[in-house]
């Protein structure tokens, strides 16, 4: 149990989909991150939020929406997704967003795109 | 081309066996990271080394952080089969605002 929680685990949806993952962190964390992580690749940082504010977009094409409502929970919204963006997303927290600070992993969402 | 290198990509040993992992870039970082994350997981982060030349010990790993800050081992003894997992490098600071991870190294550690 590492205080950062990911909901569902499991995600199928089609194409012409549209849904949500969430994230939650319970550690008092200044800094949230939503990183992709596909078979044969690295870990991909998505997108960075500091105190609610995203400070990092890593050219993530627009099916992807976050949205962060306060520095405890973070969203990714998915619609018309590709097959291709089936993946492991992972969400991370840390106590700021300094590379020298340790990041705290949820569990992760398992999507995979019909 | 990946900005961290980790070699080898899989390895599968038995028990009681020593391993070596490496991480290596051309690029210079201020601190570089070990994570091990296990299936049905999110990466747990083993070790932080910020120092050229450091080296850290955690029980069995031995982590060491290149003179030059550019690669960093994580050297495995007597490994047992709870090591299981995939290992990752992530670097960062200096010119860098983000971590960048390595691909991993995927460790079986056979009964």
């Known amino acids: 149990e590492t205080g950062v929680t990911q909901t569902p685990r499991h995600l199928v949806m089609g194409m012409t989909n549209k849904k949500s993952l969430k994230c939650e962190q319970h550690?008092?964390?200044?800094?949230m991150y939503w990183y992709k992580q596909s078979a044969k690749k690295p870990l991909e940082l998505m997108f960075v939020y500091n105190f609610k504010e995203q400070t990092e977009n890593n050219s993530v094409p627009s099916r992807f929406s976050p949205e962060c409502p306060n520095s405890s929970h973070l969203f990714l919204h998915l619609h018309t997704l590709q097959p291709e963006d089936s993946a492991l997303y992972l969400c991370a927290s840390s106590q700021d967003p300094g590379t020298d600070n340790e990041q705290f992993f949820g569990p992760g969402t398992r999507l995979t795109v019909l | 081309t990946q900005l961290l290198e980790q070699s080898p990509q899989f390895l599968s040993i038995q028990e009681g066996e020593n391993l070596t992992v490496y991480c290596n870039s051309s690029?210079?970082?201020?601190?570089l990271q070990w994570y091990r994350q296990e299936p049905g997981e999110g990466p747990v982060l083993l070790v932080t080394v910020v120092t050229g030349g450091e080296v850290k010990k955690l029980k069995r790993l031995t982590f060491q952080f290149g003179d030059a800050r550019k690669d960093s081992s994580l050297h495995i003894t007597a490994a047992q089969p709870g090591d299981t997992g995939l290992y990752l490098c992530a670097g960062g600071g200096y010119n860098f605002n983000k971590f960048y991870f390595g691909s991993g190294t995927k460790l079986n550690v056979k009964p």
């Open positions: 690029s210079v970082f201020s601190s």
């Open positions: 550690l008092g964390h200044n800094a």
